[in-house]
């Protein structure tokens, strides 16, 4: 008998820590399951939240004083706008909630993994690929109005792959959703975050293809005429609705979803209006009819009584039906408190306090499209993304630290979690809110230099600045928690995140 | 109370490949649809002007000298109906356990799918223009072009459903349906190019 047998003992000591490094390694990366997938998703949307607020710091700092440029150079600060926009809505909002559902909705539908687990897997790497392509171009002079025409292309194919990577990802948790559950669990009897994800899986599908159309368009025109998409210079004036409102809208209902799951736990009691709350949820993903058609509909009171009346109901759809949806599940979550015996929990601060940041960008948009208010081209939009995408980032956390025990086996420290909650939410205002009253002030928007306004400019800007540094500690701070959980923390049963 | 039921064990899937197959052509047709609208917001935009008689006036959106060949456009539009009927007997025999008929059906499609290769390249070369001569052809090879890699796409899936019938699963009801829900999509995806693309111009 041939005898193939390697001595162990040898092999082991041979090859060292650092072998089991490379394995570990190889492990992670060709991994299916559905955790560790949704776990690259977060891990990469925290260090892509930490970037995009450095570059809110930078940009906060550079607008200090207008009159001169310190930081960037003229050329590049368009492309580093395009770069933070990016990263603030495909690099933090929506994968950050695309890896909560692959790690999370599996194990709420009773499923031994998610659906096509190698499509989800496929999606990480080229959501993952697409940001770098983006983050690659942007730095050699390739964004939009970016002078090198290669990686202007380079560009347009990494926001497209990026975009294929989220829908592959939608796509494996609403399959997963509607067919794998436990037998006898109906769609009506899913927790509230599985139907979340499905809602806000679906809405995503159905409207990042129609960005994925524009990008064909563009690239195809790009490369070859540039003669109907304005080359170079015109790539955000066709593209840039996908990185605002209402599109940020299809991104935050899983953010709803994570406060309509936690308040029930928190109030120690199930919801009584369980119903209600699945409806709240759906009602918010009516902001795919903005996202698709491009468009949020400025409310304009002039002309007749009918264009008035056609005015308003345009308005209404476009902005007043998504918030609609987010104050029942906000209101029916909380009601939930009155019912039963709550305690204080830094999940369900977390996921509250990032809700009502959410209602606050969603109001600031329905403002913003007030052709009175004359906010358009001021900074006020971009107060109204960073409520949008600091809030869900705030309801992330939340959802993270409720479900550690699923995730990590850990459970994260509660008070030291509080305090973070706090200084997220300072940071959340103090990164936005002045740009609401810079916006008023007609501070325009993507540039640092070359306006003026009666005013303080330099305290809206500095204060800004704060806040994005806010967001910097908060994320670190929760990786810092989360680390010293797996550390030193006791093991949880997975039960405890119940 | 949040669920965190434990890993149960395996459950036989109920028609995932159909309803990821359904899901994946809605946002596909949205795609479509999106470049479908696309196109007629340029179209519409398109600048005017008067004819030489003074009669009519001319939307200067497709040039002068282009023709669609509708001949080969026409056949298309039939075409993909035929895909469809011959996916939907794939769908039919697979139920009914008809190996020889499944196997059949899913190696028409494919073939099918040739043909309208075929007919999309027979229009590229009698239209005769270039990618880069003006906004009407750019955008013309982008949107025709999308829905050939769609076709393409449902050419390969006939393909790989081929040769897992001939290989005998013949349990692959699921692969079959959901090949021919997505020939069910090419043809309304289809339907929308045509009208808009080669009849609306």
């Known amino acids: 008998m041939t005898n193939i047998d390697t001595h162990v003992g040898a092999s082991t000591h041979a090859q060292g820590a650092g072998s089991a490094l490379v394995v570990s390694v190889g492990q992670w990366i060709t991994s299916s399951d559905h955790k560790k997938i949704g776990r690259l998703f977060i891990g990469t949307s925290l260090l892509s939240a930490l970037l995009a607020a450095v570059l809110g710091v930078l940009f906060g700092l550079e607008r200090v004083s207008p009159a001169h440029m310190q930081i960037f150079n003229g050329d590049a600060t368009p492309q580093l706008f395009s770069l933070y926009q990016f990263a603030l ?122 960005m994925i159309g524009t990008i064909i368009y563009v690239y195809v025109d790009h490369t070859h005429a540039q003669l109907v998409f304005g080359g170079n ?69 002039a002309g007749t009584n009918t264009d008035k009346v056609k005015s308003v109901l345009l308005h209404s759809l476009f902005n007043g039906l998504p918030l609609l949806g987010i104050l029942i599940v906000v209101l029916v979550s909380l009601m939930c408190l009155k019912v039963g015996t709550p305690r204080i929990t830094a999940s369900f601060a977390l996921s509250l306090l990032g809700a009502l940041m959410i209602i606050v960008g969603v109001l600031g948009n329905g403002l913003y499209n007030l052709k009175a208010a004359s906010l358009d081209g001021t900074v006020f939009s971009e107060g109204t993304v960073l409520y949008l995408v600091y809030g869900g980032l705030l309801s992330a956390l939340g959802a993270l630290s409720h479900w550690a025990p699923l995730l990590w086996a850990r459970a994260i420290d509660n008070t030291k979690l509080l305090g973070l909650a706090l200084i997220g939410l300072l940071g959340t205002i103090l990164a936005s809110f002045p740009l609401y009253i810079a916006g008023f002030a007609d501070q325009p928007a993507n540039t640092v230099m070359g306006f003026d306004y009666d005013g303080p400019v330099a305290l809206w800007n500095v204060l800004t600045g704060v806040g994005h540094a806010l967001i910097v500690l908060t994320v670190l701070g929760f990786v810092a928690l989360l680390i010293d959980a797996l550390r030193n923390g006791a093991s949880v049963s997975q039960e405890a995140s119940a | 109370m949040t669920i965190a039921l434990p890993a149960a ?38 600048p005017t002007r008067d004819s030489s008689d003074g009669l009519k006036i001319i939307k200067d959106w497709m040039p002068a000298g282009i023709t669609i060949p509708e001949v080969a456009a026409n056949v298309m539009l039939i075409t993909f109906p035929v895909g469809a009927l011959m996916a939907q007997w794939a769908a039919y025999s697979a139920k009914r356990n008809d190996a020889p008929h499944r196997s059949l059906g899913l190696a028409i499609c494919f073939i099918v799918g040739l043909a309208i290769v075929n007919a999309q390249v027979a229009v590229y070369a009698q239209m005769d223009i270039g990618l880069a001569d003006g906004q009407f052809q750019t955008m013309f090879y982008a949107i025709t072009g999308t829905m050939l890699l769609l076709v393409v796409g449902g050419m390969a899936f006939s393909l790989v459903a081929f040769f897992r019938s001939v290989g005998g699963r013949d349990n692959d009801v699921d692969v079959v349906n959901a090949h021919a829900f997505y020939w069910y ?15 609306q111009k």
């Open chain 2, 9 to 46: 064990p395996a459950q036989a899937p109920r028609r995932q490949i159909l309803v990821a197959t359904a899901i994946a052509s809605a946002s596909a047709f949205m795609l479509i649809i999106g470049m479908a609208a696309m196109w007629l917001k340029f179209r519409a935009g398109a």
């Open chain 1, 89 to 210: 809505v495909f690099g933090v909002l929506a994968p950050l909630f695309v890896g909560i559902a692959i790690a999370v909705v599996p194990t709420q539908l009773g499923a031994r993994a998610v659906a096509f687990p190698r499509v989800a897997q496929f999606g990480f790497w080229a959501w993952l690929f697409g940001a770098l392509m983006v983050d690659v171009s942007i730095i050699g002079n390739g964004g939009p109005g970016g002078g090198a025409t290669d990686l202007v292309d380079l560009y347009l194919l990494g926001v497209a792959l990026a975009a294929v990577g989220l829908l592959a990802g939608s796509l494996c948790v609403a399959t997963s959703v509607l067919t794998a559950r436990a037998p006898g669990m109906t769609l009506d009897r899913i927790p509230a975050f599985s139907w979340s994800a499905l809602v806000g899986s679906i809405a995503t599908l159905l409207s990042l293809p129609v």
């Open chain 1, 233 to 301: 210079k015109g790539i955000n004036s066709f593209l840039g609705w996908s990185l605002s409102q209402p599109m940020t809208f299809v991104f935050v209902i899983m953010a709803l979803g994570v406060l309509a799951e936690v308040a029930p736990v928190t109030a120690r009691t199930e919801q009584p209006l369980r119903p209600i709350v699945l409806a709240g949820l759906a009602i918010i993903s009516t902001a795919v009819l903005g996202a698709v058609t491009q468009s949020a509909h400025i409310l304009d009171w």
């Open chain 2, 185 to 199: 999509f090419l043809t309304a995806a289809f339907a929308v190019v045509w009208f808009v693309v080669y009849v």
